[in-house]
C-alpha cells in the first residue's frame, strides 16, 4: 500500500511509516530552532535602546510620565521616530545614575501596566499644533494626558 501523508511504500498505515515520523521530528526541531533564535517577545530595540529612548523622551517628567512613554514604546514594538534615543543628553550620557535607574523601573513596570489605554505614540502641546498639520494624524486617537505629555494611537476606539 501507499502512505497517505508520504507518498512511500512502506506501509499501509501512516501511523508507523518512519519516513512520516522522521519528517515529524525534523519539523519539531525546526520549529524549536526557529523559537530560540527568534523569541516571541523579540522587539526591534534592546532593553538598554528602550530605557536610553525613555530618558531622551522623558527626563524631566514625573515617573507616571516615565511610565506612560515607555508603556508607548512597548506597544509599538520599535523605536522609529523616538527622537529621544539620539538626543545630544542621552548620547553623551549627560543625565544622572538616578535618571537611568527610574527609566529603568519604568521600562520595567511598563511590562504589567497600561495608563495610555494602548497608546502607540506621544508628545508634548507644542508636538501635537505640528501633528495635526499631517494626514496621519487625522486617524489618530488622544488616549491619555499624563504630565506635559499627550498619548494617542492610530485608528481604533
Request: proline fraction near 1%.
Amino acid at each position: 500500500m501507499i502512505c497517505k501523508k508520504c507518498g512511500c511504500h512502506n506501509n499501509e498505515d501512516c501511523s508507523t511509516c518512519w519516513f512520516c515520523d522522521a519528517i515529524l521530528i525534523a519539523k519539531g526541531l525546526v520549529f524549536l530552532l526557529i523559537m530560540m533564535i527568534c523569541p516571541l517577545s523579540a522587539h526591534a530595540y534592546t532593553d538598554t535602546q528602550a530605557i536610553k529612548s525613555i530618558i531622551g523622551e522623558a527626563e524631566g517628567e514625573s515617573f507616571s510620565g516615565k511610565l506612560a512613554v515607555a508603556e508607548a514604546i512597548r506597544h509599538r514594538g520599535n523605536l522609529h521616530g523616538v527622537y529621544g534615543l539620539h538626543a545630544k543628553r542621552v548620547i553623551h550620557v549627560l543625565y544622572s545614575a538616578k535618571t537611568y535607574a527610574e527609566c529603568k523601573k519604568a521600562w520595567l513596570e511598563s511590562l504589567h501596566t497600561n495608563t495610555t489605554h494602548g497608546a502607540t505614540g506621544w508628545g508634548n502641546a507644542s508636538d501635537l499644533v505640528l501633528f495635526h498639520k499631517d494626514a496621519w494624524f487625522n486617524r489618530a486617537v488622544i488616549t491619555a494626558h499624563i504630565g506635559n505629555q499627550w498619548f494617542y494611537k492610530i485608528g481604533g476606539k
